[in-house]
Structures are given as C-alpha cells and as structure tokens.
C-alpha cells in the first residue's frame, strides 16, 4: 500500500509538471472570436471611390476584448476580392446609439425585475455623455419607455419605474423587430440592440406571442439600412440559448448568458467592455454603388477567425465641370457650352444660366447649349450649369465667368464737312501713309468676315451634330479613320476619367482585352463600374466581334462583369456581337465608346457570313 501510495504521489507530481510546463497544450485552446458589427461606405470628396469603415470586435476565449491588434492582423476581402487595409484603431470618440430590451413578462416577477433595473441602470450610467440611449420593454405589448437621449439621469430615472406584468406572456420577436425599426431612424453609424429576457417568445397559455419569427428579426437586422448587430442576453434556465445566440452571431452581436439573476450587473459589466473595445478599419472601395459582400479574418498569436457581412454602398454623388469653354476664357459671338457629368445618380435636366438668367436646358446627352453672345456688353458674366434629377431635385452645380470681348467698331463713312482729300498737301509720304492705312483697314475687315464665317461653321455644327467630335482631334465622325493598318477603332466619348474623353484606342491584334486593370490592352483604371477584366474584341474572318469576360472568382466559380455591356442600349449577355461603323458599346454604366470599321474590315458582311462553318455559335439567332 505504502508503494502505491508512493507510486500515485509521482504520478500527480508529474501531471503537474507537465501542467506547468505546457499550460496552453493542457488547460485550453488558445482561440479567438471576431464579430464584424457595422460596415458604412461614404463616397470620397477627392475621388472617385468610397470610405469604407468597419466596426468590429475581437475576443479571447475567456470573452475579455483584445485590445493590441494592428492592420497586419486582419485581412480584407470585398465581393472575393482582397483589399488594402488604410488603417485600424480603437474605437475612441465615435458615439454609439442603443436600444435597450427589457423583458417585463410575469417570469421575471421578484428578483429577476429588480436585477435588471439595477443591471441596466448601472449600464447606461457607464456611457459617454454623447451616447444615445432608449428603452423599450416587452411582455404582451411593446412599450417604449423612452425615446433616444442623451440625458442618462433621465433614462435611469425611468428605468427605475419598471415593473413586471403579471401573468403576461413573452412577445419577444415582436419588440426586437421593433428596436430594430426604431435604430434605423437615428444617424448612421455605431447602433446597437441590446435585448435582455428569461423566457422563451410565448403566451402564458403557450403558443408564439409574436407575429414575427427568429427568421423575420434576423432578415431585417441584416439588410438594408436597418442592419444593426443585437447584444442577446439571457437569464435563467427557460431561455432558448441556441435562438438567441444565432440573433447574437448572425447579426453581428454576441449572446451572454447567466443562469442567476444576481450575476446580471457581471453580464451588463462585459457587455460594456466589448462595446468599448470595438475597432474601426478602413479601407477604400472603388466598387459601384449597390449590395456587397465583405469578408474579415483575424490572426492573433496563431489564433484564426473569419466574420462575413453584407453592406450597401450608395450611390455616388454627382459631378459637374465645364468641358466648353474654360474659367476666365474670352468669348464673342456664337459659342457652345458644354458640360460633364459622373456619379451614380439619374440626371433628369441640365439647366444654364447667365447672371442667375435661365437661357435654356438640355434634357439628354451631350450636355451642351449653343449662346450667341452678340447681344450681351462687353465684360464679364457668371455661367451657371445646374443638373436635375427626379423629383426636379437639385444634384449638382458649377459655375464659370467668362469674358465677352468688345465688337470692333465699323469703319465711320466721311461727312460732308470733313476736308477733301484735294485739301491735304499731296506728297509722296502722305500717299505712302495713306495707302498703309487703307490696306490695314482691309486687312482687318477680311480678318473679321473669315473669323465670322468660322464661327457660323461652328455654330451650325453645334445646332445639327451629325456625331460627336473628337476633343483630341477636332474631327466629326465623317472625317475620323482608324490607322491603315488597323482592323477598327474605339473612341472614348464618356468616362469618369475626363482625360479618356476624346482618346482613340486602334484594334490591331486578333484578340484585344478591355477593362479597369492595368493588364488590358485598352485599361479604365479610374472607371470604377468597369470590371477588372469586362470584355474582349476577337478578330473573325475579317470581322469584329465583342463579348464579356468570364473571369473565376475566389472559390472558383465563373462570373461575368458586374455591371454588364452594351452594344446599342443592346445587354450582350452571353452573346458574341459583331461590331458594325457607328455602334455604342457601354462598359458598366458610364463609359460610353463608338466603333469605327478599319479599311482593312468587313463593313457590310453579316454575322453569319463572318462565322466559321464549323463554329458552334453559327446558329445562334440574332
């Protein structure tokens, strides 16, 4: 007995050697929790792109905040594709807006009603002073006790007046629908629904309470502008632990869980220190605006976790400029004005002015107006340019001055009691001064009729456009050819960019590659609607053919651009087309390019005479 007892004594020494020695191996798995709680993108005020900022919040296995993570810890991946990270800190001055939940059902008579109003209590007095807080409570009906404040004392005050309804039953999914509803009329931002209960939802009788579902309340917290994450808490051994924490998990909140009603101040006091341990990362998107999927990973000390959300990025403000003339430039006679438009937004009308004067409007593309200046004074004028959209609402403006420059006055015929030439001494020099002067006055008056005649060119051209003029060129469509030895040509008559407007991109390959990345034969990089790789001209039999890309996503699946391609208002779609002079081809939804046939292409052939007999597509029907 003596050696056995012996025997186990170093057995336990060496178990707690080991326990010592390995305490990560034999206590517990080092693990980490990252919820993504928020995301909100804002466009740029510099570019062409969105402010994509996250809220989310890291925990250890134990549920205390990680509080050390830098932007190499974690990875970023929108719509597959992975992103740069611009920075990630604490949270530090951002304000948070909270529902608080409270159930008031029969159960939570006694101990459970009195240790939530202290919980709660407790809670609200720990927020910042620019916190927003309102308080609900819940049982057969939905109450609001308060509505958003920032007056803590007056929340506490009448948190401190609930009571429980007796016999009354547990409509659940109803008030946290509701909460839900109620955070999306604040600012966006930090939001928050924190929902406390100790039951399951149902009558006192049994049956559900709510007309809602657990499916209906998940839907709505993650969708839309109503996505908000819900702090669950649950109290009590009746409360469905596997609902509320799918609510916590999938809406980006967390579920706690206590089965004393005395350890609710201990649930509140975490509940706050997750809350003030949140991180915000940003990064920058260039995708368009509309829904979009985002995946963020953590890497703390070999410890690995994945958090996915859904997120809207809306639609990018719109842009105006003066294209036509410039800021400060001297104008006479007739002129055209002309103005470019970006952004996401349905422009409806461009209105212009002169000295706050409406002098016309355009209502489609190209944006421009012709003015005849001859019936203004010399001097300057303030040009208006003002886009609509629906609803006659103001999108954009931009404003310019130009000069109009003094007429030249006409030539003043003799009178009759100016001298006679036969007055003035007749010289050689005086003849000489004489005939110089005459042939300036010819000259100038030459000068002004083909001047004249110029611009009644241009004016003409402006009021009957047969096709839009290359900016870089000068030349109507009729006059623009691609290179001899090109198969046909693109010209860049809409972009983001306003540099491509006018640019000519000449198809010499059998293959030519269009799209935002820098690895296409004809590259947008500043078009961000413009998929990476978007679309490809293949030379067949003579003919110009166009049709998207299909590029393979991060898990493999094959997936065409975005925003689509147009050929004549045409969607492509999974067709291939044959390009013909004067067809519109639209990459996503604002650049906009005309083709023109190369003298060495077929102008007149169809689409099935251009197909290989043996190709599989011949029979496709127009």
Same mark, same amino acid.
């Given at each position: 007995?003596? %050696?056995?007892?012996?025997?186990?004594?170093?057995?336990?020494?060496?178990?707690?050697?080991?326990?010592?020695?390995?305490?990560?191996?034999?206590?517990?798995?080092?693990?980490?929790?990252?919820?993504?709680?928020?995301?909100?993108?804002?466009?740029?005020?510099?570019?062409?792109?969105?402010?994509? %900022?996250?809220?989310?919040?890291?925990?250890?296995?134990?549920?205390?905040?990680?509080?050390?993570?830098? *932007?190499?810890?974690?990875?970023?991946?929108?719509?597959?594709?992975?992103?740069?990270?611009?920075?990630?800190?604490?949270?530090?001055?951002?304000?948070?807006?909270?529902?608080?939940?409270?159930?008031?059902?029969?159960?939570?008579?006694?101990?459970?009603?009195?240790?939530?109003?202290?919980?709660?209590?407790?809670?609200?007095?720990?927020?910042?002073? !620019?916190?927003?807080?309102?308080? @609900?409570?819940?049982? !057969?009906?939905?109450?609001?006790?308060?509505?958003?404040?920032?007056?803590?004392?007056?929340?506490?005050?009448?948190?401190?007046?609930?009571?429980?309804?007796?016999?009354?039953?547990?409509?659940?999914?109803?008030?946290?629908?509701?909460?839900?509803?109620?955070?999306?009329?604040?600012? &966006?931002?930090?939001? &928050?629904?924190?929902?406390?209960?100790?039951?399951?939802?149902?009558?006192?009788?049994?049956?559900?309470?709510?007309?809602?579902?657990?499916?209906?309340?998940?839907?709505?917290?993650?969708?839309?502008?109503?996505?908000?994450?819900?702090?669950?808490?649950?109290?009590?051994?009746?409360?469905?632990?596997?609902?509320?924490?799918?609510?916590?998990?999938?809406?980006?909140?967390?579920?706690?869980?206590?089965?004393?009603?005395?350890?609710?101040?201990? @649930?509140?006091?975490?509940?706050?220190?997750?809350?003030?341990?949140?991180?915000?990362?940003?990064?920058?998107?260039?995708?368009?605006?509309?829904?979009?999927?985002?995946?963020?990973?953590?890497?703390?000390?070999?410890?690995?976790?994945?958090?996915?959300?859904?997120?809207?990025?809306?639609?990018?403000?719109?842009?105006?400029?003066?294209?036509?003339?410039?800021?400060?430039?001297?104008?006479?006679?007739?002129?055209?004005?002309?103005?470019?438009?970006?952004?996401?937004?349905?422009?409806?009308?461009?209105?212009?002015?002169?000295?706050?004067?409406?002098?016309?409007?355009?209502?489609?593309?190209?944006?421009?107006?012709?003015?005849?200046?001859?019936?203004?004074?010399?001097?300057?004028?303030?040009?208006? &340019?003002?886009?609509?959209?629906?609803?006659?609402?103001?999108?954009?403006?931009?404003?310019?001055?130009?000069?109009?420059?003094?007429?030249?006055?006409?030539?003043?015929?003799?009178?009759?009691?100016?001298?006679?030439?036969?007055?003035?001494?007749?010289?050689?020099?005086?003849?000489? @001064?004489?005939?110089?002067?005459?042939?300036?006055?010819?000259?100038?008056?030459?000068?002004?009729?083909?001047?004249?005649?110029?611009?009644?060119?241009?004016?003409?051209?402006?009021?009957?456009?047969?096709?839009?003029?290359?900016?870089?060129?000068?030349?109507?469509?009729?006059?623009?050819?691609?290179?001899?030895?090109?198969?046909?040509?693109?010209?860049?008559? *809409?972009?983001?960019?306003?540099?491509?407007?006018?640019?000519?991109?000449?198809?010499?390959?059998?293959?030519?590659?269009?799209?935002?990345?820098?690895?296409?034969?004809?590259?947008?990089?500043?078009?961000?609607?413009?998929?990476?790789?978007?679309?490809?001209?293949?030379?067949?039999?003579?003919?110009?053919?166009?049709?998207?890309?299909?590029?393979?996503?991060?898990?493999?699946?094959?997936?065409?651009?975005?925003?689509?391609?147009?050929?004549?208002?045409? %969607?492509?779609?999974?067709?291939?087309?044959? @390009?013909?002079?004067?067809?519109?081809?639209?990459?996503? %939804?604002?650049?906009?390019?005309?083709?023109? &046939?190369?003298?060495?292409?077929?102008?007149?052939?169809?689409?099935?005479?251009?197909?290989?007999?043996?190709?599989?597509?011949?029979?496709?029907?127009?």
């Amino acid at each position: 007995m003596h %050696k056995i007892s012996v025997q186990r004594v170093s057995f336990f020494g060496a178990v707690l050697i080991l326990l010592f020695l390995f305490p990560s191996q034999t206590l517990a798995q080092n693990t980490v929790d990252l919820a993504v709680q928020y995301v909100e993108g804002t466009p740029k005020t510099d570019a062409v792109a969105y402010d994509v %900022k996250v809220f989310l919040s890291v925990i250890d296995s134990a549920g205390n905040p990680i509080r050390d993570l830098k *932007a190499e810890n974690f990875t970023v991946a929108e719509d597959s594709q992975k992103v740069a990270i611009d920075s990630v800190d604490l949270v530090k001055n951002e304000p948070i807006s909270i529902v608080l939940l409270i159930d008031t059902s029969g159960s939570m008579a006694g101990p459970g009603i009195e240790n939530a109003r202290k919980a709660a209590t407790s809670f609200v007095s720990g927020l910042d002073a !620019n916190d927003l807080v309102s308080v @609900l409570t819940f049982d !057969n009906t939905v109450k609001t006790v308060i509505d958003f404040s920032k007056d803590h004392k007056a929340v506490t005050d009448d948190i401190a007046l609930i009571n429980s309804t007796e016999g009354a039953g547990t409509c659940l999914y109803d008030a946290a629908y509701q909460a839900v509803k109620m955070t999306a009329t604040v600012p &966006a931002g930090r939001r &928050a629904v924190v929902l406390l209960t100790d039951g399951v939802d149902e009558k006192l009788g049994g049956g559900a309470c709510s007309t809602h579902t657990e499916d209906n309340l998940v839907e709505l917290a993650t969708s839309g502008n109503t996505r908000v994450p819900i702090f669950t808490l649950g109290m009590g051994g009746k409360v469905n632990q596997a609902g509320l924490n799918r609510i916590g998990s999938d809406t980006g909140g967390r579920y706690l869980y206590s089965t004393n009603p005395n350890q609710l101040d201990a @649930l509140f006091l975490r509940l706050s220190e997750q809350l003030r341990s949140q991180y915000v990362l940003h990064y920058t998107s260039l995708a368009g605006s509309g829904a979009h999927g985002l995946a963020i990973s953590v890497d703390y000390l070999s410890a690995k976790d994945t958090d996915t959300r859904n997120f809207l990025l809306p639609a990018m403000p719109t842009h105006m400029s003066f294209t036509s003339p410039t800021d400060g430039q001297e104008v006479s006679g007739k002129a055209q004005f002309a103005v470019s438009l970006s952004g996401g937004q349905t422009v409806q009308s461009v209105v212009f002015q002169i000295n706050g004067q409406v002098i016309g409007s355009v209502n489609t593309t190209p944006y421009q107006l012709g003015i005849d200046f001859g019936s203004y004074p010399a001097g300057n004028l303030t040009v208006k &340019a003002i886009a609509y959209g629906a609803g006659n609402v103001e999108l954009a403006n931009t404003s310019i001055t130009v000069k109009v420059a003094a007429s030249i006055p006409a030539t003043p015929a003799p009178s009759s009691n100016q001298p006679s030439l036969r007055t003035l001494t007749i010289g050689g020099g005086v003849l000489a @001064l004489l005939l110089i002067v005459a042939g300036v006055v010819v000259f100038t008056v030459v000068q002004r009729r083909r001047e004249e005649h110029r611009r009644d060119q241009e004016w003409n051209r402006a009021q009957n456009p047969v096709e839009p003029a290359s900016p870089a060129e000068d030349r109507t469509m009729d006059s623009w050819e691609p290179s001899p030895d090109a198969l046909g040509s693109l010209l860049v008559e *809409a972009s983001d960019d306003p540099t491509m407007i006018g640019h000519r991109f000449d198809i010499t390959g059998s293959m030519t590659k269009l799209g935002r990345s820098a690895d296409n034969d004809f590259p947008f990089p500043k078009d961000s609607p413009v998929s990476r790789h978007h679309a490809e001209i293949r030379e067949k039999n003579g003919g110009l053919f166009l049709s998207e890309v299909e590029s393979p996503d991060s898990s493999g699946q094959v997936k065409r651009p975005t925003y689509s391609t147009f050929v004549n208002d045409r %969607k492509v779609g999974e067709e291939s087309i044959l @390009l013909q002079t004067g067809d519109v081809i639209q990459l996503g %939804k604002r650049v906009r390019l005309r083709y023109q &046939a190369g003298r060495t292409a077929s102008q007149e052939r169809t689409y099935d005479s251009l197909m290989p007999d043996d190709d599989p597509e011949k029979t496709r029907e127009e």
